[in-house]
């Protein structure tokens, strides 16, 4: 027969064991637990291997360390113009105090949660409902500032936050999808015009520089015109002085009165042969058969 002595110390080595392998702890990386020794706090846990002492410290509380998303429900939220919209989102977190995440609140996650619809309802309730729809990066980042800073006594860290979905009345959609039809075609006329009044602005501008341009060239024509004319008349000047010099030159060297006499009674005669023409009565003021006469006007005139 087994002496109970012996049973009893067996089951207490048993017992014995069991803390023991129960005592040793081993930590998953991105994780923690909270130890309390006697029904306090001991200290937390990080990833790793760890053992406890039996029957006095205990495991209360674990904790991810990863960033965690979580579902924001549907709310029904009141814009600053008085249109009833339904919101919902998407939150993100992580704990970044293991130990203000067991002792500061009873569930920081649904703490979390509400805090973000009561901020959300806050936030577009300052907002009218075209804002609502333009500003959702502002909407996230009060959001995620609020509930951050609310937060902090948690031990939790808000990193981000995401509206999904702003549902709006069938009613207020119609209307607003008319003023959005009203508002493209109000763009397309302003930007029509604003086409067509460039357009003229091109086409009267080029008018001008076309005019300038032509007046330009039309006065560049005439002052190189009137520069030839003042041109060509300073060269006949200088021809007809120096044919005038060269004249003198040769009268006044013998026989030259008679060169210049019978020059002058070629280009009478010549003249007279280009006035008498057919059909055409000519009054000549001498006698031209008698030449010796004609010479000798001629020489009078010569030394007049």
């Known amino acids: 027969m087994i002496n109970p002595v012996i ?11 069991v803390s023991i392998l129960r005592s040793i702890r081993i930590v998953p990386a991105q994780q923690a637990q909270i130890v309390e020794r006697l029904g306090k706090y001991a200290g937390t846990l990080q990833s790793g291997f760890h053992i406890l002492v039996p029957f006095i410290d205990k495991v209360r509380y674990h904790h991810s360390l990863k960033e965690q998303a979580v579902d924001v429900p549907v709310q029904t939220c009141f814009t600053h113009d008085n249109v009833k919209i339904q919101v919902d989102g998407v939150l993100y977190y992580r704990v970044v105090d293991p130990k203000k995440a067991s002792y500061g609140i009873t569930n920081f996650q649904q703490g979390t949660v509400q805090l973000a619809q009561t901020t959300m309802r806050s936030v577009i309730g300052k907002l009218e409902l075209d804002k609502s729809f333009e500003e959702r990066d502002n909407i996230n980042a009060a959001i995620v500032r609020e509930v951050d800073e609310a937060s902090d006594e948690w031990g939790v860290k808000v990193t981000r936050y995401e509206i999904k979905n702003i549902e709006v009345p069938r009613t207020i959609l119609g209307a607003m999808e008319v003023q959005m039809k009203a508002e493209r075609e109000k763009r397309a006329l302003i930007a029509r015009s604003l086409g067509e009044k460039e357009s003229k602005v091109n086409y009267s501008q080029g008018i001008m520089t076309e005019s300038v341009n032509r007046s330009e060239g039309e006065k560049q024509k005439m002052i190189n015109e009137a520069e030839g004319r003042a041109a060509e008349i300073r060269a006949i000047a200088r021809a007809t002085a120096t044919s005038i010099k060269t004249l003198a030159q040769a009268i006044s060297v ?12 070629e280009q009478y005669i010549h003249t007279l042969n280009s006035v008498a023409r057919k059909g055409t009565k000519v009054v000549l003021p001498m006698d031209l058969t008698d030449m010796e006469g004609t010479m000798e006007t001629l020489k009078k005139l010569t030394k007049n």
Request: hydrophobic share 60%.
């Open 254 to 265: 013998p026989g030259g009165p008679d060169a210049v006499n019978l020059q002058l009674a």
């Open 7 to 17: 049973i009893v110390l067996g089951l207490f080595g048993f017992v014995v064991l």
